[in-house]
């Protein structure tokens, strides 16, 4: 096996020839930092690498295999974590110029369940200031570029992650996810990325506990994958007051029966929020027949989205305000335009605003509920628009109908946190210009594993699945 090829060896197999000791953790972690070395420069996925402290934790992952110790689910598995997540040791930025040089001195809690699992952390992934944004740049690193086409943004806000995946900086990525921050970049990038419910994964420290809005979860390059990654972060802790029991063999049995024959499934195309681009439209409609073809019953129906852009607006404007209100003061001149906007319009609501959001996402809530009476899935395209110039911050218009707000072509991941509803995004196809499509799969509440199976079945069922971005230049 050439280095290469360990590169892109998923994470189910690197478990298995490691416990072997077919290849050592010190061999993997090795391989990925020197492609690291090679293709991140022009791209810009990693924007810290912690060489060192990667290298010292293989040593001695390398060295428990031979004492025969007990280990870990994830033991030897290189993974990269998002920008915005603490990790002790290794510069922590957001993004952002106010925290430049911060270094942290313990690490989030996903962080520690990860490394308690084995894996071991390469270094931080590029993000929008906060996670502010679906196109990943901040005025720290500057661009991430997309991997199939490094003109062209590789979406957000866990941009790096989807990067590194997608050209073999590492198997597995954590990122997080407010109106799509997992699942815009998997789709842009062609591998899968996974909003889970919230509380699913603990999250900690942050400063809104309570925040239902904003999760972390896993993204990977297969199904299989993420859901080995989500049996290893998910599940409770008390620093976490969202967070909740839950059986974890369930996401792997899901990925070891990935039948849906017989399930129930509805085509909601546009959902009636946002324009979506005609070729994006056709292939994701077209993706359907694979469904069919595995015996499932796909109907074109959607629920009831009204009022979803002013609950999306509101709820945005209230978390920058909680998440950053305070540092305008001080830093304006130096963040980001949008995020001020954003701060700036949530200190403009009034209590008459926000409660009439809260009804407003209520009523949709027992919409989408009932909705889910008849179908056991809603699949859309994940994103409206293909990948567009990196230098854009958002798209202003599709299909030649102008965007009210910057806003409005997330709409239908933003539909799914408003619910509170688990979705991932998988590959289903390429646009003429050889760019990938990412395909939005949804599930009832709080059902991760049938969502996980269906995925799987739809990944199994696709050749083209695993397609790799040429070697940048």
């Not at 991932?424 to 059902?447: A, H, K, M, N, Y």
Request: charged fraction near 20%.
């Amino acid at each position: 096996m050439t280095d290469t090829d360990l590169c892109f060896t998923p994470a189910t197999e690197l478990v298995s020839l490691i416990r072997r000791r077919k290849v050592s953790p010190l061999e993997v972690t090795r391989a990925v930092l020197a492609r690291i070395e090679r293709v991140n420069p022009p791209l810009n996925a990693y924007v810290t690498v912690a060489a060192e402290q990667a290298l010292d934790t293989a040593k001695r992952a390398t060295a428990a295999l031979t004492r025969r110790a007990r280990v870990g689910p994830l033991h030897g598995v290189p993974v990269s974590i998002k920008d915005l997540t603490p990790t002790k040791g290794i510069r922590t930025t957001e993004g952002s110029k106010i925290f430049e040089h911060r270094v942290p001195d313990q690490d989030a809690l996903v962080v520690e369940r990860l490394k308690a699992a084995g894996a071991i952390v390469l270094g931080k992934t590029n993000t929008p200031e906060f996670g502010a944004g679906a196109n990943t740049f901040n005025a720290v690193f500057g661009p991430t570029r997309n991997p199939w086409n490094p003109a062209l943004t590789c979406g957000g806000s866990t941009g790096g992650g989807a990067v590194a995946l997608a050209t073999g900086l590492g198997p597995l990525a954590q990122g997080s996810d407010l109106g799509g921050s997992l699942r815009i970049p998997a789709a842009f990038c062609g591998v899968v990325g996974f909003r889970t419910s919230p509380g699913l994964v603990p999250v900690w420290p942050t400063t809104v506990a309570w925040d239902p809005w904003s999760v972390q979860g896993p993204m990977a390059r297969t199904v299989a994958d993420t859901a080995l990654m989500l049996s290893a972060i998910a599940g409770p802790d008390p620093r976490a007051p969202l967070s909740y029991e839950v059986d974890t063999r369930a996401f792997g049995r899901a990925i070891r029966e990935p039948r849906i024959k017989g399930l129930s499934i509805a085509w909601g195309g546009d959902l009636g929020v946002t324009p979506v681009d005609d070729e994006i439209l056709k292939i994701c409609h077209g993706a359907m027949s694979v469904f069919r073809k595995l015996g499932a019953r796909v109907d074109e129906a959607r629920p009831d989205m009204s009022g979803l852009q002013e609950i999306v607006l509101v709820s945005r404007g209230i978390s920058m305000v909680a998440r950053h209100a305070e540092k305008l003061s001080k830093w304006r001149e130096v963040m980001q335009k949008n995020l001020v906007k954003n701060i700036e319009y949530g200190l403009t609501l009034t209590p008459t605003d926000i409660g009439r959001a809260e009804r407003m996402r209520t009523e949709l809530w027992h919409r989408v509920r009932e909705f889910f009476g008849g179908f056991d899935l809603i699949v859309t395209p994940t994103t409206a628009v293909p990948p567009f110039p990196v230098e854009v911050a958002a798209p202003t218009e599709i299909n030649g109908k102008p965007m009210a707000t910057y806003i409005d072509w997330v709409l239908l991941t933003y539909a799914f946190t408003v619910v509170g509803l688990p979705a991932i995004s998988v590959p289903c196809g390429f646009t003429r210009e050889g760019l990938p499509v990412g395909l939005q799969i949804v599930g009832r509440w709080r059902d991760e594993a049938g969502v996980l199976r269906a995925a799987a079945a739809f990944e199994a069922a696709q050749p083209w699945a695993h397609l790799r971005p040429a070697e940048p230049a």
